[in-house]
């Protein structure tokens, strides 16, 4: 959003408070979602939750469609629809609620560079796996993502799709990276969020973030797919941290 | 924290610092109580001091989660590296005499393969002026860890030569030549304008000791670390993550800003980028591969950024460069006064993150919003020029290759310009007399010599008249 419409639009948004009836569109949980569109938005719902604002969870088969940056999962709040985690974080902040205000400027920046970590990281790790692993594409991605829709629109969907999202990795180099070192860069990541995170129940200080929220919903979709190749949640598992969520 | 100095390779393996190396005799190892290789200067006292302190904070740092964090933190995996280790001295043997040679053999003026990111001061000392001779004698007693010149070819890095004030223009080859210097890796660095000269058709590329060539900017930087020029030695486990973190930071909201300042703008694009890019290549690729470049980045961009429809460009624009505003001070914020992210020694993050701003503080574009916004943080601008000075401090002060200078072009076209102009008013006139001659407009007719001026007189008339 430019910054005048940005402007006006917290300030629009400033003046009401969250309504009873705000909404949350992702895909079918039970057949179309995949494993980065669920993981997405169980961080906004972890988020949301933390902030204590009321949500409610609308699964509709075209939400990717509905989303204004074509991204799951976005909300709908009073008049207006926010999409992904960022834009909803600083909405809800505009509406007076933050989960980072007691953070220190260094402490935010850390925060904002974990968070770019696991967008990096994981979810591209997650994405990868979907769609450029040809076992997990072929036994899930395809049927899960064109299930609601009539031949021959599945398959055009789901081929378009991942086109786009191989084109993606090509784009940020890899697409010539092999299963192995996409999950060897996942073991990393994991690595270097549990040497953050420690011993401590929470990212920063005692309260959870909106990082907390974002590593949960990741982790968390993580550990419960079911997969053709499991070693994603294997290496997931090691993180034994996890356990408290 | 390390008091100050640069990151270390490891003879110093997590158990026994001094035995494994202690055991091959090693000249220097064994002269020095310093434990690591480019400190190891006899000749200059003032080093000694803090080498032996920090010798003693190191036991601290010896511990399995960082060792294990140290191989996660190549994102592309160092699994050699812990394996290599031990093997380490052997490596390091009869290193000054080889690395003297491979030094002085090395073909071009490299200032950039000094070894040793050392203080000004230190380095001052010892390698003075600018030659090659001067620098390899000083500095052959001062690198005894330089065993890769005995096992096999030294490695070679080709970059995008440099401009601007820096020692490249390109900002992966920027990196790796500055984690190169942080690390005093050995290495040979070719400064070339023509990608297709280098041995994987992209700059930057590495041919390691092996004839292997490595292009991706990460697995270069993989390979200097098994090589043992790790820069992150030091790190705790918590700096590790905080370093992955901070890189998808860079890549995530700075990189694609850069992308577009130096490439997408038109502005700067036209006058800087490709004007340097074009001086810079050799004929005929002047033409056409500053162009192809700039459609590689542009695709590469969009793909970034997602799909958006043209009339978000402005938006889209707007959003990425106060996203990358955001980072800057966020940086700003993290480096705070130290002299480096971690502390006083610097790290593979510094080299990323002082490739960054260095090219965007030192570029002279027209259109610099972003670069406006980094001058007004002055610990990121001191940060640069302080590392500038300190690993590349003749690269500012030498004289750039005459192709590389805005003077420099003219000098060289002119003793060209002036022939190329003979030579077409000769090839001009060579075309006319040669038409004329055969087209019969003017003949020249070897009857006797009293008839041939009337004749060729003739002949002119003619031609007079047809004109």
């Known amino acids: ?245 | 924290m390390l008091l100050g100095g640069p990151p270390r390779r490891s003879p110093r393996s997590g158990t026994s610092p001094k035995g494994p190396q202690s055991s091959t005799g090693h000249v220097h190892f064994g002269k020095s109580p310093q434990t690591w290789p480019r400190r190891t200067r006899p000749r200059s006292p003032g080093l000694a001091a803090p080498s032996g302190v920090r010798g003693s904070t190191q036991p601290k740092r010896r511990d399995f989660p960082r060792r294990a964090w140290l191989t996660a933190l190549s994102r592309y995996g160092a699994r050699l590296w812990m394996g290599r280790r031990p093997s380490l001295p052997e490596a390091r043997g009869p290193a000054p005499r080889s690395a003297a040679a491979s030094r002085a053999s090395r073909s071009l003026a490299s200032p950039e393969t000094s070894p040793s990111p050392l203080p000004a001061t230190t380095r001052g000392a010892v390698a003075g002026g600018g030659s090659v001779q001067g620098r390899a004698g000083a500095q052959k007693e001062v690198f005894p860890g330089q065993g890769a010149g005995k096992m096999a070819a030294p490695m070679e890095l080709f970059c995008w030569s440099g401009g601007w004030g820096l020692p490249s223009v390109d900002l992966d080859s920027l990196a790796v030549l500055t984690y190169a210097r942080f690390t005093g890796a050995p290495l040979k660095v070719h400064k070339i304008s023509n990608p297709w000269r280098s041995p994987s058709g992209t700059l930057p590329a590495l041919r390691t000791s092996h004839g292997e060539v490595i292009s991706v900017p990460h697995k270069i930087i993989t390979h200097l670390r098994k090589e043992k020029y790790n820069a992150d030695y030091d790190l705790s486990a918590r700096q590790g993550a905080d370093t992955l973190a901070f890189m998808s930071l860079l890549e995530e909201k700075l990189l694609p800003v850069l992308v577009h300042t130096f490439w997408i703008d038109t502005k700067n694009y036209v006058e800087v980028t490709r004007k340097w890019y074009a001086e810079a290549m050799p004929f005929p690729l002047n033409f056409f591969l500053p162009g192809r470049m700039q459609r590689q980045y542009m695709e590469r961009l969009q793909l970034l950024s997602g799909e958006h429809r043209p009339e978000d460009e402005e938006e889209l624009e707007k959003e990425l460069y106060r996203e990358a505003r955001e980072c800057l001070t966020l940086l700003s914020q993290s480096l705070g006064t130290q002299k480096f992210f971690f502390g006083d020694a610097p790290a593979s993050l510094d080299a990323f993150v002082f490739s960054y701003l260095a090219l965007l503080l030192q570029a002279k574009l027209p259109n610099g919003k972003l670069q406006a916004h980094l001058r007004g943080l002055h610990n990121l601008c001191a940060y640069c020029t302080h590392i500038l000075s300190l690993y590349f401090p003749w690269d500012g002060a030498e004289v750039p290759p005459p192709r590389h200078t805005p003077a420099g072009p003219e000098t060289e076209e002119e003793p060209y310009g002036r022939r190329n102009q003979i030579l077409s008013v000769l090839a001009g006139l060579a075309a006319m007399v040669g038409y004329a001659l055969l087209s019969g407009i003017v003949s020249i007719q070897r009857a006797t010599p009293a008839r041939a001026p009337s004749t060729r007189a003739l002949g002119m008339a003619e031609e007079d008249e047809e004109e």
């Not at chain 1, 917290?10 to 969250?18: F, G, K, L, T, Y």
């Open chain 1, 1 to 245: 959003m430019s910054l005048v419409a940005e402007a006006f639009v917290s300030q629009i948004a400033a003046a009401e408070p969250w309504p009873e009836n705000a909404t949350l569109y992702q895909q079918l949980k039970g057949e179309q979602i995949l494993l980065s569109d669920n993981a997405a938005s169980l961080a906004v719902q972890a988020f949301l939750q933390m902030c204590n604002l009321p949500i409610k969870v609308v699964c509709r088969a075209n939400a990717e469609y509905m989303s204004p940056s074509g991204k799951v999962p976005f909300i709908h709040v009073g008049n207006q629809v926010v999409s992904e985690l960022g834009p909803i974080v600083q909405f809800v902040k505009a509406k007076g609620h933050s989960l980072s205000d007691g953070l220190d400027e260094v402490q935010k920046a850390e925060m904002k560079a974990y968070m770019e970590l696991v967008n990096n990281m994981l979810l591209t790790a997650e994405l990868y796996l979907q769609w450029c692993d040809e076992a997990t594409v072929g036994e899930i991605t395809h049927a899960r993502y064109g299930s609601p829709y009539p031949w021959p629109l599945n398959h055009i969907l789901a081929y378009q799709k991942q086109w786009e999202i191989k084109r993606k990795m090509k784009a940020i180099g890899w697409g010539k990276k092999t299963l192995d070192q996409v999950l060897e860069d996942v073991d990393q990541c994991c690595q270097a969020l549990s040497q953050r995170l420690g011993t401590q129940p929470y990212f920063f200080n005692k309260q959870p973030t909106e990082l907390d929220a974002l590593v949960f919903g990741h982790l968390y979709t993580i550990l419960t797919t079911q997969l053709t190749n499991d070693e994603l949640s294997e290496k997931v598992l090691f993180l034994s941290e996890d356990g408290k969520w």
